[in-house]
């Protein structure tokens, strides 16, 4: 999902968890990733700064970082992209939809 702001608008953190990941990656340019609650990861991109650091315990409602343009959003207006799966998938919510299968990590 892409929630478009301001550049620099803070991101607040959707839920309490361990901070798994601060750092770059081609597409999402500046991320962090997060382990929640329920064994869910949440994945926040394209940010201009980070305001936690790896391993740490952020809590809900929390600011983590800024919303930018980096990665693929370069030159684009700013926003942040956010989504979430679980690791233990959910078999039951598979149907039989193109890529279905995706539906047992949301």
Sequence with gaps: MDIFAKEG???I???SGIVLYKGELSRGGKVLVVLGPKW???Y???LKSFNTRNLSIVSS???IAEVGTTGN???????LHYSYVTLIPYFWRIDGDHQGWKKCFI
């Design 9 to 11: 608008t803070p991101v």
């Design 13 to 15: 953190a959707a839920t």
């Design 40 to 42: 869910r990861i949440h």
């Design 44 to 46: 926040y991109a394209h």
């Design 61 to 63: 409602g929390e600011k």
């Design 73 to 79: 959003a370069k030159g684009k207006p700013a926003h």
